[in-house]
């Protein structure tokens, strides 16, 4: 049994099917690439993960427990982060108050440190965000604003600000989605250091091939929202339905 378990899940939009019996396995510790043409369901499949969506039908389970009819933010306390297609960084704010802020998340109506409950003090809590940048490899940027930064810095940053919450499941939709080359490569070696450092499960959604087939160790290709095949890298590529439905793009 996966970490993540999608189970027959449709979702239409008035008379649009933008799933259609959709079931997805994703094994922990794995990178789980999600593919497919323009309008395939890609966004929306993801955000019927996160609670931003209510599937019409079918289950979604996440470690064992359903994620259906709970919230955006209970979601994110089961384990599951999102990473935007832009990042979602606070630009007035430095980069190590970025990535403090998750730790002292809003819950339950009062200040909590989210994520920390057992951590004892504040200082403990900003050498875990300083352990966090440097993962990252941005500790020496820790006093920069985050405005003036490069679009990988940024995209550093926000990983940062996912990873401090101790996800089990990085959700990516599109991480390097308008980036130039430099990067986008630089994107993929922060995933791979990423994966290989922590114990972390990630499913992306991404329109490169190249990215798709450097990370990825499944892939589910989806089309006109339904899973076409599901497979290893090797056996995706040049396979003839996954050809067929790019080409029918
Ligand atoms: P992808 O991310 O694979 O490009 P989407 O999940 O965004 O595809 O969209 C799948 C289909 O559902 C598309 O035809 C899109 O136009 C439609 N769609 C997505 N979201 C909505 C919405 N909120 N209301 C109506 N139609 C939508
Ligand atoms: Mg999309």
Known sequence: MGILEVKGVNKRFGG?????????????????????PNGAGKSTLLNCLVGKLIPDTGSVMFDGQSVLGRKPHEINQMGISRVFQT???????????????PCFAKRDGAFRMH???????????????????????????????SASMSRGDKRRLEMAMCLVQEPKLLLLDEPTAGMARADTNNTIDLLKEINEKRDITMAIIEHDMHVVFSLAERITVLAQGTPLVED????????PKVQEAYLGQ
């Open 16 to 36: 649009l099917q933008a799933l259609g019996d959709v079931n997805l396995s994703v094994q922990e510790n794995t990178v789980h690439a999600i593919i497919g």
């Open 87 to 101: 990042p979602e960084i606070f630009s007035d704010l430095t980069v190590m108050e970025n990535v403090l802020i």
């Open 115 to 145: 994520a920390y409950e057992s951590v004892a003090s504040e200082k403990e809590v900003i050498e875990r965000a300083e352990a966090m940048l440097e993962d990252v490899n941005m500790l020496d940027k820790r006093h920069m604003h």
């Open 232 to 239: 290893t890298p090797e056996n995706i590529k040049g396979h």
